[in-house]
């Protein structure tokens, strides 16, 4: 792993050692450390080791850094792994949680957000996560009251939008970017198509709304994220094209409308999809074939308010050039 030369980074700063301590607890050479911190390989044993000297267990030591120490990780990733979970969607984000964990703290970082250190005590709630939110609504003062100061303050606020956008825009993805040419394994294996799964949680964070003062540099990080997926996307709907691939959605809904739309409009489509016999898989084919339905329902009804009849349209289509 690339920060495998964080992991003696931070069992450099708990163990408060040099180099040379540092080799002798783990049995190797000073050089050996020098070379680690400098990115070589590290074996999965010697992995381990420094993990179990550090009680890192399987947090990403990149987040570990973001976080400020060990015991801050631990109480970072349990806050945030809740809120990644706290939602009425089952979500899959397709790696484990401290990975999820590591990849929102580098987003954060990348929009300016200063985590505090150490970790905040407000944040350290009387009651387990999950209790709290199973009481809420049940007349509990106490517990209502902890639970909506807990949410107002605005970096909690804000990680849980993240996630809210991520199960409305998830949805979408799977629908009509996963299942998208599943058979044709030209199509799977396109690098636009695995980009867009991979930078979900980036899309669902430029989809936020967020005071500048708590991310400054969002501005610049939304523009570059849309732009990105707006490539993305153009290359998808390009290559589904040249395959002869059929779209049942407009892709760009994606990066225009805001995520509860897109939630809302894939749960419709999804209703109507299923009831209905007579749509086209393709969505653009289909606009097409409702306006032509639209024609034929009303087109008698101008043709007998203008006096037409069915003799002079046949007459017509005749001596038509």
């Not at 409308?257 to 809302?264: A, H, S």
Request: glycine share 6%.
């Amino acid at each position: 792993m690339s920060n495998r030369k964080t992991l003696v980074q931070i069992a450099l700063e708990i163990l408060k050692c040099n180099q040379t301590e540092l080799a002798a607890e783990m049995g190797v050479s000073k050089v050996q450390i020098s070379k680690w911190k400098n990115g070589e390989s590290m074996s999965a044993v010697m992995e381990k080791k420094l993990r179990e000297i550090t009680q890192a267990g399987d947090l990403d030591p990149d987040f570990v850094i973001s976080c400020g120490s060990v015991d801050d990780a631990k109480k970072w990733e349990k806050l945030i792994t809740y809120q990644m979970h706290n939602n009425e969607a089952e979500l899959d984000y397709g790696i484990g949680d401290e990975a999820v964990c590591a990849e929102l703290m580098r987003i954060l970082a990348a929009i300016g957000v200063s985590i505090p250190k150490p970790f905040p005590q407000e944040f350290i709630l009387q009651w387990e996560y999950e209790e709290m939110y199973d009481h809420y609504g049940e007349g509990n003062d106490e517990v209502d009251s902890a639970i909506d100061t807990f949410e107002g303050r605005p970096l909690i606020h804000l990680i849980r939008s993240i996630f809210d956008n991520y199960a409305c825009i998830d949805h979408f993805i799977g629908m009509y970017i996963s299942n998208l040419g599943l058979n044709h394994p030209d199509f799977q294996n396109i690098e636009a198509k695995q980009e867009i799964l991979y930078r979900q949680l980036e899309l669902a964070t430029a989809k936020v709304h967020v005071n500048k003062e708590i991310a400054p540099l969002f501005g610049k990080f939304k523009f570059i994220t849309m732009s990105d997926f707006s490539n993305l996307i153009g290359e998808i709907k390009a290559k589904a094209y040249e395959l002869g691939l059929p779209l049942e959605a407009e892709l760009n809904d994606l990066i225009t409308e805001n995520p509860e739309n897109i939630k809302d409009d894939t749960n419709d489509r999804d209703m109507w999809m299923f009831k209905s016999q007579r749509s086209h898989p393709d969505i653009y084919m289909n606009e097409l074939l409702e306006g032509m339905r639209a024609i034929h329902a009303v087109l008698p009804l101008i043709l007998k308010k203008l006096g037409i009849d069915q003799e002079e349209i046949n007459t017509a289509v005749i001596e038509a050039p």
